[in-house]
């Protein structure tokens, strides 16, 4: 449950802007999160709810952007999703890409009331 | 009258900040860096005692054993003739971050070491979202867990480099496919090096020294 400090790292990052930029109040922070990142999003919220409640992020909402694995072939330099976690290129068959996306763990923006 | 704010940070930043710094360091220092992850009980600890009776009087090896409650790891290697052990007590975390590797790091001597090991708290999910700045992480699997551990862990096997599949001893005592696992796992990471290895019987472990011996620039 590594998530309970993700969500602390993002509490306190959010924290840290509310006092830069002055605000008291946030209703929605945007979080990227990709389907390699390890990052499970049920506990991430679940995390975040057990954290804000004595905090300025009380009524805040996480808006997750889910982000898929895209690869990049290494020998026919063809793009392409990567579905179920079978890192193997569609066009060629290689086993030798670049991730592209779907490492992303990300704080994206906030929105202030 | 609602105000969005563009951030554009990782979350992670800090901890990929510190692993940036730790890379460098050892790169600096020409030590290989390899950070052992799997589940509790896959012979992490046990596979470190056998590289250190092995290997101790060829390459010089630090080792750092993250436990979440207890030092038994590191004494285990302290007893099994390592000099530069350090044991992380993560107080209950799951994995080990990049700021306790750089502390422990910090407390070691690294003058003339070629090789550092971190062993991992046991866990495949946590600890795959942690860069600690090694130059590999390297899984293991015993036989005694499903086959499917790979599929399961997606995140980890894409990240590891090396799979070291452990207790091949026990093999045909469980229901457990060599071959399903390892395709499994080249699956997920088609650039994995696969080690069969028994902590027990001494299997396998040649390969394994071999490979420790040729990454510290020997043979
Ligand atoms: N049969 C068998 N048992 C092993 C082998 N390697 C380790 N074990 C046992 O598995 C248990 C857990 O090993 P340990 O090294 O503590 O695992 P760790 O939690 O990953 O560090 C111990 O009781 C070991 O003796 C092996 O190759 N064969
Ligand atoms: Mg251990
Ligand atoms: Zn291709």
Redesign the interface.
Known sequence: MHELRIAESIVQSVLEEMARQNLHSIKTIGLRIGALSGVNIDSLRFGFESIVPETALAHARLQVEEVAVQGECRHCGKNFEVNEFIFVCPHCFSTDMAIKTGQELDLVYIEAE | M???????????S?NDRIAAEIRKELKKRRIVSLNLVSSPGSGKTSLLEKTLAALKNEIRMALIAGDVQTENDANRLINAGGEAVRPIVTGG???L?ARMAEKAIASINLEGIELLFIENVGNL??P???DLGEDMKVALISTTEGDDKP?KY???F?RASVIVINKIDLLGLSDFDMAKVKKNA??????LKIFEISCRTGDGLNEWYNWLRSLTGRQ
Do not use: F, T, W
Not at chain 2, 2 to 12: A, D, P, R
């Open positions: 609602s105000k969005k704010i563009e951030i554009e940070k990782k979350v992670l800090e975390a799951c994995h971050d999910v946590c795959s979202s942690y599929l997606p995140a980890m894409r080249l699956q997920i990471n088609g650039g």
